[in-house]
């Protein structure tokens, strides 16, 4: 059962564009810094997009805790790739560009048949898929 939507987009920080002009689209990103998150070696889907349209130095940070990719967004340190949802509220941040659609990820909740015929994993549903499924819409 699908619960939620997330969707991401490039932003920068009111810092950052007070420097620099912000990317009006995929094709404006070369000569901008960005940070990552990256909690392992291996590139999450996030960053291979990001470098189809930019060279790894433009790559000025990497954190292993989405939290600290974002508030180095937040300070100015370079662009990121953002949830949409989380990124909207905050007045520091300005988005770049509409979100990228290669990027939007379906949040499932999969039970198997035998499970969800238990009271308690129903209940659980219950309360738990719209509390998740809040989060990002």
Same mark, same amino acid.
């Given at each position: 059962r699908k619960i939620s939507?997330?969707?991401y987009a490039v932003y920068g920080s009111r810092a950052y564009a007070a420097k620099r002009r @912000?990317?009006?689209s995929e094709? !404006? @990103?070369? =000569?901008?810094r960005f940070v $990552?998150?990256?909690p392992d070696p291996t590139p999450r889907? #996030?960053?291979a997009w990001l470098l189809q349209f930019i060279t790894p130095d433009q790559i000025v940070g990497a954190f292993a805790e989405f939290a600290l990719m974002r508030e180095a $967004?937040? #300070? =100015?340190q370079g662009l990121g790739l953002l949830n949409v949802k989380h990124s909207e509220p905050d007045d520091n941040l300005i988005r770049c560009f !509409?979100?990228?659609e290669a990027l939007t990820q379906d949040h499932l909740l999969l039970v198997s048949p035998e499970a969800y015929r238990r009271p308690e994993v129903k209940k659980f549903i219950k309360f738990f898929a719209p509390r998740y499924a809040s989060i990002f819409k």
């Open positions: 939507v997330a969707r @912000l990317p009006m094709a !404006d @990103l070369k =000569g901008h $990552v998150y990256r889907p #996030n960053e $967004v937040t #300070n =100015g !509409d979100p990228v």
